[in-house]
């Protein structure tokens, strides 16, 4: 028997956190990869989330969590903000959907596991579906210079210590174009 992909688009939420600029602009990466595959995105400020935003993440085949990593785990607004959509809990309105998560450090490690396994465990405590990047890329494969060059695949890691001030290194960006496109794809695959 053959399969083939359904029709069906897959919506996907990017409730991010920004300190100095950076995970923005990892959102933005990811949602262009996922928009590439036919997903919808909505990148969402939660320094401005709004009632709809909270609608958004709740219809959301999938929810992309995206914080700087500070001092190990997540930004303290972002912890706020976990904190605030643990009330989905009980009812379990967030349970099945796909979750990943990406994150920013200064430096190479800047202990960004860290962050990305509370990301997860939250995720697991929702009943989401974790995912991360699948890109072996730099260094294993020259030919794939600056992707996943943090070595994460619990979920995106990016780093700003080698780049002009209030940038995001281009591999970490086509990473998080990737890491969009593969969420896109199982997404869509799953609505199947």
Known sequence: MVRTMSNRT??????YYSGAGHTAQIATAIADGATAQGATSHIIDIEKISASDWASLDRADAILFGTPTYMGSVAAAYAAF??????????QIWA???AGGFTVATFGSGDKLGA????SIFAAQMGMIWTGPNDIGAPVFPAEPGINADGGWLGLMGSSVSTP??????GDLETGRRFGARVAKLCMRMSD
């Open 10 to 15: 897959c919506t996907i939420a990017l409730p």
């Open 82 to 91: 976990l904190e605030e959509a643990g009330g989905r809990w009980m009812d």
């Open 96 to 98: 099945d959907k796909v």
């Open 116 to 119: 990305l396994q509370r990301l």
């Open 165 to 170: 001030r209030g940038a995001v290194r281009p």
